[in-house]
Structure formats: structure tokens, C-alpha cells
């Protein structure tokens, strides 16, 4: 599943950014979606999730508030809204999807380590 995160860049704390996961061949509805980051010198973080037809959802603690996942259909793309920025958010940002049939509990698979088609990543940089 080839899956395609954009909308990375530079933001200064307090301010917005909108992450876009797309994926060309394949219906992303289908799909359980999850958002892990990684920031220099620490280990990867799950931070949020969809099920598939966004049976559930799931924001870590620390985005909670801040970070909204959300699908558009239409689009055949995943978001993660996010807002209040914090110098703490800087790292880079991956997409991964679930095989068809998994993740209903989005976050449970997360902890089965059940995202097994990642993107690339986009760097967000939280900076004044």
C-alpha cells in the first residue's frame, strides 16, 4: 500500500499545520490509519488513529486537544489537524495503514504493531 504524507514544514509554537496521508490504488477507507512520529534521539510515538470507515479513534495524551484525525473520503485521504503547536512536536510524521480486516480497535493494533505499509514521512518543525 503505497501511502504518501504531505503538509510538513516549518511552524512557529502556537500555530497549525495539516498533515495529508494519501494512497494511490487503494481505497483508504478501507483501512485502519495511524500517525506515528520520531523526533531526534527518541523512540517512535504512536499519537493517533482511524479505524476503517472511522469506526474509532484514538489521540495520545500528548496531542490530545491539540491533534484531530479525520477522513475525507472523497479525497481518499486521512488528516491530522494540528493545532497549539509545541517546540515538543517537532520530529518527523509517518502515516502506516493496517491490512483490511484489522484495526477496528485502531488503537489496540497500534500496540500489535499491526501498521505494516508506512509512508515515507514529513518533517514538522516547531520552531520561533
Known amino acids: 500500500l503505497p501511502l504518501v504524507e504531505s503538509g510538513g514544514g516549518l511552524a512557529q509554537p502556537g500555530g497549525s499545520l495539516r498533515l495529508s496521508c494519501t494512497a494511490f490504488g487503494e481505497i483508504l477507507n478501507v483501512h485502519a490509519i495511524a500517525w506515528f512520529r520520531r523526533a531526534p534521539g527518541q523512540a517512535q510515538e504512536a499519537i493517533s488513529c482511524?479505524?476503517?470507515?472511522?469506526?474509532?479513534?484514538y489521540h495520545a495524551d500528548s496531542v490530545k486537544g491539540r491533534f484531530t484525525i479525520s477522513r475525507d473520503n472523497a479525497l481518499n485521504a486521512v488528516f491530522l489537524q494540528m493545532n497549539s503547536l509545541r517546540t515538543e512536536d517537532t520530529a518527523i510524521y509517518y502515516c502506516?495503514?493496517?491490512?483490511?480486516?484489522?484495526?477496528?480497535?485502531?488503537?489496540?493494533?497500534?500496540?500489535?504493531?499491526?501498521?505494516?505499509?508506512w509512508g515515507e514521512g514529513t518533517q514538522v518543525t516547531v520552531s520561533s
Open positions: 502506516a495503514a493496517a491490512p483490511r480486516g484489522y484495526g477496528y480497535d485502531c488503537a489496540s493494533s497500534m500496540r500489535l504493531h499491526e501498521y505494516f505499509d
Open positions: 482511524s479505524g476503517p470507515n472511522g469506526y474509532s479513534t
